[in-house]
């Protein structure tokens, strides 16, 4: 039979022409393109059932070593019972979960090294202070080094001389955070982790998962907020009743993206400017309209511009409903 190996391919591939320099430039981006990330997390048709719609149903998913993945859900969908697969705490009734091709229950102890997490709700011990806490989180991992320890309590303004009784459920959330990111592990598996943290803490917590990702942290995490989503991940995947809805590249959910503006304006006059142009207009209350806008924005800004303004606002849409509006475009891709 005939066979071509990797290393003839290559040099088919390569211009003959080319000098050193370039021709390993080519080498490279070859391999690259050769060459798939290995499979972080892997879990197939898993099912758990607490009842009818209650618990995890035929769900698969993949994360990719160096990817940022968005599990989101209302409450209820199953996120935490999905977590917790992933984490070896329960077994499924069906289908197999795996970390770095490890049985996530059968070889926990092992997975659990390389692996950081938030859980759902912080079981701490609240008798003891967060320094205390934390010391005893990295005794039991062994941990000798605590720089990232100290560098994540300055970054996340942590007061750890706090009992944890006496802590708000911000505070316990960040501290959750500093235990689960100190030992600087490879893969980190996050259960609603900016919960209780206000806007700007949660701003301090994008910007944190960015700087992991840049060391090629595997990342899966939960959320409830589209935004905070949209700025850190680069797939997202939607549940609901146990079940995948849908699986998207950020990317493509954002070119899709439909805005909807809320517009006030000054003159009555101005408001034939409005009705006359190819602008989706929604509601129409004398000179306030509501226009739904889709992807690119430059030609409501051109018509805007050419009117008196009073006031402009938009409104946010559902994490749901612009999925939902995702997928009525048949843009959505299943991998
Ligand atoms: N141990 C359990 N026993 C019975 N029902 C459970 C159990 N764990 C979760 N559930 C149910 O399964 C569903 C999914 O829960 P969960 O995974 O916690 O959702 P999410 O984290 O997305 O809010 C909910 O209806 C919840 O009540
Ligand atoms: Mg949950």
């Known amino acids: 039979m005939f066979s071509i190996s990797f290393l003839t391919l290559k040099t088919l591939c390569i211009p003959y022409f080319l000098d050193t320099k370039t021709i390993n430039y080519y080498y490279k981006a070859i391999d690259k393109a050769f060459t798939k990330e290995p499979l972080m ?7 758990k059932s607490y009842g009818t719609n209650k618990g995890v149903f ?21 996120k935490t019972t999905t977590i917790r697969h992933l984490l070896g705490f329960i077994t499924p009734d069906n289908g197999t979960v795996k970390i770095a ?15 950081g997490y938030i859980a759902g709700e912080i079981a ?11 010391h005893f989180i990295a005794k039991m991992r062994a941990l000798s080094n605590l720089d990232k320890m100290h560098s994540l309590i300055e970054f996340l303004e942590l007061d750890i001389h706090v009992k ?41 917590f994008v910007e944190l998962i960015k700087r992991e990702k840049k060391q090629g942290k595997t990342i899966l995490m939960s959320s409830h907020n589209f935004e905070e989503i949209e700025r850190t991940c680069d797939r997202a995947l939607i549940i609901k009743n146990g079940k995948k809805m849908a699986l998207s590249n950020i990317k493509d959910l954002k070119n899709v993206e439909r805005k909807i503006f809320y ?12 009705l006359k142009s190819d602008l989706k207009i929604i509601k129409q209350n004398h000179t306030d309209f509501e226009i739904e806008v889709s992807g690119n924005l430059d030609y409501f800004i051109d018509v805007l511009s050419t009117c008196k303004i009073k006031s402009l ?12 509006d995702y997928y009525k475009e048949g843009g959505g891709k299943d991998d």
Do not use: W, Y
């Not at 997390?41 to 898993?46: D, Y």
């Not at 701490?124 to 934390?134: D, S, W």
């Open 313 to 324: 606002d938009i409104k946010k849409q559902q994490l749901e409903q612009v999925f939902m």
């Open 41 to 47: 997390i892997e879990i197939k048709n898993l099912t």
């Open 164 to 204: 944890i009784r006496k802590m708000s459920k911000g505070m316990k959330q960040k501290l959750g955070i500093v235990a689960a990111l100190m030992h600087d592990p490879k893969i980190l598996i996050l259960d609603e982790p900016t919960s209780g943290l206000d806007p700007l803490m949660q701003n301090k």
């Open 101 to 115: 091709g490890k049985d996530c229950f059968k070889e926990a102890h092992t997975i659990q090294k390389d692996l």
């Open 58 to 78: 035929n769900l698969d998913l993949t994360v990719q070593k160096g990817e940022v993945f968005g599990f989101l859900g209302p409450n209820g969908a199953g």
């Open 124 to 134: 701490f011990f609240n008798h003891m202070k967060g320094a205390e806490f934390l």
């Open 263 to 274: 517009v006030a304006l000054q003159n009555t006059k101005d408001k034939d400017i409005i």
